[in-house]
């Protein structure tokens, strides 16, 4: 059955069922003597000339599934052999929560576009820890997306964040602070200079594995730049752009809550990503989210100085194929373009 099929059988379901049917799927694949082997022989694209190291850590390709997607680290084996080059798992927060209420997750499909008010549902750190710890280390580098709860005041923010760090710091490769998504109250009001040096000195006496900024798209290109060159100067690795929109002006369909992503933040997530990467190439690994479908989209972000790309919404819209297609068409324009490796792409844009 090809997935165009099994997506009309899946779009019968409320997202939030459908996503718990595949993830049922994956998680019942894994248990299967050599299950993830044959899905990977149909799913995975391999291809030296996407391969490079960043942190000393090997990234077989640039494309990773981005947070949301595996908040409980239940798929990540599977998500390997999907095809993915990194994952990330959560957004989860150091006690369990179960998110904002129901209905919170919305279709567009004719803009191939979801809208999320989700509210870091997760089972906490602890069951997390655990889920992890059982895979650790991978065979891809995983990203832990960390977050506060609800529950705690903006002015205590810092010690879930610590707790976080500290209880992941041998279970993660990378880490990526999450205070940008729309579905948490207030969090967005984190994004601000004074915290973003507080968190990163805290994280830094901590760990030593490279951490990653997420910003939202909703501000200004100069508050952009502002944020990360504040947030590279006090110890980020990594600037992540960016998170889901809440420019509800998007589609007349929008609700007014939650976090819009896919299709309809294309051209806004490309011009901010465009925007960072001008003042910050080379100055920090730089990584572009949103709105991405195809190889040619992840192609012009990496050519705009992006390391790495990730997806999350274009996943469920194109299936299970969609990291070996994105790989395979990048691969090919890397040769059209007669590079040999997809380092020599990165900031192709900036360098003209």
């Not at 149909?42 to 000393?56: R, S």
């Not at 299709?263 to 011009?271: A, D, F, G, M």
């Not at 040619?296 to 194929?321: M, N």
Request: proline share 5%; aromatic share 8%.
């Amino acid at each position: 059955m090809d997935y165009n099929t099994l997506k009309k059988i899946f779009f019968k379901f409320q997202p939030e069922t459908a996503h718990h049917i595949a993830e049922l799927g994956l998680r019942t694949l894994s248990a299967v003597p050599f299950g993830l082997e044959i899905l990977a022989k149909n799913t995975t694209y391999k291809d030296e000339i996407l391969n490079q190291k960043i942190w000393g850590l090997n990234f077989e390709n640039p494309l990773g599934i981005a947070g949301g997607f595996d908040k409980n680290a239940t798929m990540l084996a599977p998500l390997y052999a999907l095809g993915f080059g990194h994952a990330e798992f959560g957004t989860f927060t150091p006690k369990p929560q179960p998110g904002n209420a129901k209905p919170r997750l919305f279709r567009l499909v004719e803009e191939e576009s979801i809208q999320n008010a989700m509210g870091f549902n997760n089972e906490g750190a602890e069951a997390i820890a655990e889920r992890v710890r059982k895979i650790y280390p991978a065979k891809f580098p995983l990203v832990a997306n960390i977050g506060k709860n609800k529950i705690t005041p903006n002015e205590n923010a810092l010690s879930d964040y610590e707790i976080l760090t500290r209880k992941f710091e041998g279970l993660c490769d990378i880490f990526e602070i999450n205070i940008s998504s729309p579905n948490t109250p207030n969090l967005r009001a984190l994004q601000d200079e004074s915290f973003i040096k507080e968190i990163l000195s805290m994280m830094r006496g901590i760990t030593k594995k490279p951490i990653i900024l997420k910003i939202a798209p909703d501000m200004s290109a100069q508050k952009a730049v502002s944020l990360c060159s504040c947030a590279v100067k006090a110890g980020a690795d990594a600037l992540l752009v960016n998170n889901t929109s809440i420019d509800y002006s998007l589609t007349p369909k929008a609700r007014d809550f939650g976090g819009i992503s896919g299709r309809l933040i294309t051209q806004k997530s490309r011009e901010l990503f465009r925007a960072v990467s001008s003042e910050l190439f080379g100055k920090a690994v730089l990584i572009s989210c949103g709105g991405i479908s195809d190889g040619k989209e992840a192609y012009t972000r990496i050519k705009d100085g992006a390391s790495l790309v990730q997806i999350f919404t274009s996943f469920i819209f194109k299936g299970p194929k969609i990291a070996y297609n994105i790989n395979s068409e990048l691969a090919s324009l890397l040769r059209q373009d007669g590079l040999s490796n997809i380092t020599e792409a990165i900031g192709l844009n900036l360098k003209k």
